[in-house]
């Protein structure tokens, strides 16, 4: 299945926001909900089991000047096996704009045994835009190994790098839940603040040596990197300081 | 009993003929001279850094970088006593391998030494304490310009006999603790003759630093060292 | 194979370039009990290779390829920018600065030749990688050669700290390293491979527990190893 969806945001003029374009298909469908603050809200829809592998979903979101968006998932995404040797890929591209903020806060993706999935995203922010960026990875379902899974971020500020790292875990990716890489946690993730108004927050390990807030060389950003139990916990270490879990 | 030359006040002198240069080549001109302290572990090195901070005090301007195995041990140590700014002070972690750290690969060490003269400008004198290690271990040439090896009577009084490259070949050979010699039986006479034979002409002092917190005697060697570093780095390089 | 002696030389951990005084983040793993035995270790070594033991053979392949460019200058400096960007831990950022302090320290000594003023040297020293590759070129090694050298390097630090901080067996730690060697192999021939990409898409391959190991060890008032 191949899906494409478009989002894109500019000021309004009067403060708030307005979505120029918000275009999608089965299973990438976008849905704007009210929000209480200024900004608007999007959830992303699954319109299908998935994805599976052979997959090729495409976003691509834009915040302009002075615009502000919240972009979330109804449910974790479960990556599948599909066609034999055949890779879902997930691919979310975004250009966040000076004054534009962009808080890009889903739910999991589950690697479950037998997939094959590349999560890619590609973010590149203006000097002056915000972001939040939260990337969370379970891996398998209960009780279950994973199959093959890379999530690989690219962020780019001001035109130069600011962050690049891929995850991988599965079969072919040697050593992924030893010692080196995630000592058996079930679940990781990371979330990145860029936050032009407030510079980043020191190093500082947390929740026994599983959660690490680390300040990046290349801007004024903070990533957390956690590995957790579950879902659950490792959601309470990478949900953003003024961010409720869910937009009402 | 003590030996005669505790008595002797002169302070060794290894080149009685001033027109004759026994040292190897010394330190580029301007920079510290940098001594290595060295000898097993609770010989009494930290303690030595610590007499020769007091004695100079004031005097010098004196920088330590200490490689204790356990990486901020003696710096603490230091900075608790308070007997020099902890600016000045640099701590290196070894890797558990406190020889090969000031021996086979000085980098770390040499990185601590110009952080140092960074951080507080130039320094006339810098003391490296070696991590504790056992007889064999001794400072490279490319860290340091002249090296002392601490020994202590507690040990036995048949450390100098057993040699080591410490023992036989460091510039100044230092046997501290004397004040407890009776209490363990030390023959320092022994000591004396055995190290002699060791090291030839090189100098041997006995000390107490429990009894001279200055250290008066190592710290006027190293005053020495110092005038002969300073002469040797004023003179013009090259074809005379 | 170019310069074999060479490739040895740069590879032995008894090169003066600070080696000895780095765990690779095992002390620190060690110290969170999930590295504890022979078992663990062989599955640290495996994940550490595979992560920044890939990034730094591919970042010093890549500075080998930019040795010879007339642009050399600002490659590096992007390569610079690009690690920075693939180190997240800023422990992790210092240690690699610092590693690659101790081998210019060397470099500059052993081969005064080697254009190392084109290296970036703001914010504590050159990357240890860029170094390297530069080092390498200048030894004659080729591409892989150099990788495999960082590749190596990564792995034989750890191991050897497992020897000296579990108290292991060298010869079952060594028989790891056998075990390791066709990984190793190959993680050298990928990341000179890699290495012809544009310098965004140079492997980046993260480890989570890297970073809060390297964090947790920085705050460490004792500890043994530099990293
Ligand atoms: N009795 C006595 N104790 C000393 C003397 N010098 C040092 N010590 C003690 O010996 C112990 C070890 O000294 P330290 O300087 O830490 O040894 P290091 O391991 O060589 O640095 C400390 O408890 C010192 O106080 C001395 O001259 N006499
Ligand atoms: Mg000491």
């Not at chain 1, 502000?68 to 109804?74: L, N, S, Y």
């Not at chain 3, 050399?72 to 240690?95: F, G, K, M, Q, S």
Request: some cysteine; hydrophobic content about 45%.
């Amino acid at each position: 299945m191949r899906a494409a969806a478009r989002l894109v945001a500019r000021a309004d003029g009067r403060g708030g926001t307005t979505l120029v374009e918000l275009r999608g298909e089965t299973p990438l469908l976008l849905r704007q909900v009210p929000t209480r603050r200024g900004g608007v809200t999007v959830y992303v829809v699954g319109g299908a089991a998935g994805p599976l592998a052979g997959d090729d979903l495409r976003l691509h979101i834009e915040v302009g000047a002075g615009a502000a968006v919240r972009v979330h998932t109804v449910a974790a995404s479960v990556a599948l096996p599909g066609r034999p040797d055949a890779t879902s890929r997930m691919l979310v591209r975004a250009v966040v704009a000076a004054g534009a903020a962009l808080h890009w806060l889903p739910e999991q993706l589950v690697a479950a045994a037998g997939c094959a999935h590349v999560a890619e995203s590609r973010i590149s922010v203006a000097d002056g835009g915000a972001l939040s960026w939260r990337d969370e990875l379970v891996c398998g379902r209960y009780g279950e190994e994973p199959g093959d899974a890379v999530v690989d971020t690219v962020v780019d500020h001001g035109g130069r790098p600011l962050l690049r790292q891929s995850l991988a875990v599965g079969p072919d990716a040697p050593g992924w839940a030893g010692p080196a890489v995630l000592g058996g946690a079930p679940a990781t993730g990371s979330l990145l603040v860029l936050d032009p108004s407030r510079p980043a927050e020191p190093p500082l390990v947390t929740a026994g040596g599983t959660v690490a807030r680390l300040p990046l060389a290349g801007g004024p950003a903070t990533l957390w990197t956690a590995t957790a139990p579950d879902a659950h916990t490792l959601r309470r270490h990478l949900t953003p300081p003024e961010a409720p879990l869910a937009t009402a | 009993m003590r030996p005669e030359t505790d008595h002797d006040e002169s302070v060794p002198h290894t080149h009685p003929d001033p027109g004759v240069d026994p040292h190897t080549p010394l330190a580029p001109a301007g920079r510290a001279l940098r001594v290595g302290i060295g000898g097993p572990v609770g010989s009494g090195k930290t303690a030595l850094v610590a007499a020769l901070c007091r004695a100079f005090a004031g005097e010098l301007r004196l920088g330590v970088v200490t490689n204790d195995i356990y990486t901020t041990e003696d710096a603490d140590f230091l900075k608790r006593a308070g007997v020099l700014d902890p600016a000045r002070i640099r701590a290196v972690e070894t890797g558990c391998c406190p020889h090969t750290a000031i021996r086979d690969d000085i980098g770390a060490n040499l990185d601590a030494v110009d952080e140092l003269a960074e951080a507080v400008g130039p320094l006339e004198l810098m003391l490296v304490e070696s991590g504790g290690d056992n007889l064999t271990a001794t400072f490279s040439r490319g860290l340091v310009d002249r090296q002392i090896f601490v020994v202590d009577v507690a040990g036995g009084d048949k450390v100098p006999r057993k040699g080591g490259p410490g023992v036989t070949a460091a510039d100044l050979l230092v046997i501290n603790k004397t004040d407890l010699a009776p209490m363990v039986g030390a023959d320092l006479s022994v000591m004396d003759r055995d190290a002699r034979a060791r090291r030839g002409d090189l100098p041997t002092m006995f000390l107490s630093i429990r009894e001279d917190p200055t250290a008066g005697r190592v710290a006027a060697w190293i005053r020495h060292e110092l005038s002969h570093h300073r002469a040797v780095a004023a003179v013009p390089v090259g074809p005379a | 194979m170019a310069a074999p002696s060479l490739l040895l030389l740069l590879a032995d951990g008894r090169f003066p370039a600070g080696a000895h005084a780095h765990s690779g983040g095992l002390e620190a793993a060690v110290a969170a009990r999930r590295v504890t035995d022979l078992a663990t270790l062989a599955a640290f070594l495996r994940g550490r290779l595979a992560t920044a033991g890939l990034v730094g053979a591919t970042f010093a392949a890549a500075a080998h390829r930019a040795a010879p460019a007339a642009d050399r200058r600002a490659r590096l400096a992007r390569l610079d920018t690009e690690l920075d960007a693939r180190t997240a831990a800023p422990a992790l950022r210092a240690v690699s600065r610092r590693q690659g302090r101790a081998l210019l320290r060397a470099g500059r000594t052993i081969w005064p030749h080697i254009p190392f003023a084109d290296l970036p040297g703001a914010g504590g020293g050159p990357h240890q990688p860029l170094v390297l590759g530069l080092l390498g070129a200048a030894a004659g090694l080729d591409r892989t050669e150099t990788a495999l050298a960082a590749a190596y390097g990564t792995v034989t630090a750890a191991a050897s700290a497992g020897v000296r901080l579990l108290g292991l067996d060298p010869y079952h730690v060594h028989a790891l390293l056998v075990d390791l060697a066709g990984a190793c192999d190959a993680t050298a021939r990928d990341a000179a491979d890699a290495a012809d990409g544009p310098p965004e898409d140079l492997p980046a391959v993260a480890a989570p527990l890297a970073d809060i190991h390297a964090e947790v060890h920085a705050t460490w008032e004792v500890r043994l190893f530099a990293s």
